[in-house]
């Protein structure tokens, strides 16, 4: 049973910067991809970015292309979200997810069978 707990969250004003870490324990890491999710209130779910089990492989929502980046390091079983140029939109808990299914991410929520329980991210104008 794989457990992942999310931390780097906050409150940060537009145009500010946060990462996002979530580290893994009770499974292989580099068998599943990896992905972060967020859910602004009163929205639902949605897919922010994902990376393969390798980690060569990334793909982005088209919201956060060219402003947000995930990576993983394999050896320290972690993901990363490193979020720059943050917009007030971007205000949601977010969520790391772990698929061990597919070598490259997807973004559909049934596809990841562990979850983190979330971090809030809040952006003032």
């Known amino acids: 049973q794989v457990q992942l707990v999310e931390s780097g969250g906050g409150l940060v004003q537009a145009g500010g910067s946060l990462r996002l870490s979530c580290t893994a324990s009770?499974?292989?890491?580099?068998?599943?991809?990896m992905a972060w999710f967020r859910q602004a209130p009163g929205k639902e779910r949605e897919f922010v970015a994902g990376?393969?089990?390798?980690?060569?492989?990334?793909d982005y929502t088209d919201p956060v292309k060219g402003r947000f980046t995930i990576s993983r390091d394999n050896a320290k079983n972690t993901v990363y979200l490193q979020m720059n140029s943050l917009k007030t939109e971007d205000t949601a808990v977010y969520s790391c997810?772990?698929?061990?299914?597919?070598?490259?991410?997807?973004?559909?929520?049934?596809?990841?069978?562990?979850w983190g329980q979330g971090t809030q991210v809040t952006v003032s104008s």
């Open positions: 997810a772990a698929d061990p299914s597919s070598s490259i991410a997807r973004r559909t929520l049934r596809a990841y069978d562990y």
């Open positions: 990376i393969s089990r390798s980690g060569t492989i990334a």
């Open positions: 009770g499974g292989i890491f580099n068998r599943y991809s």
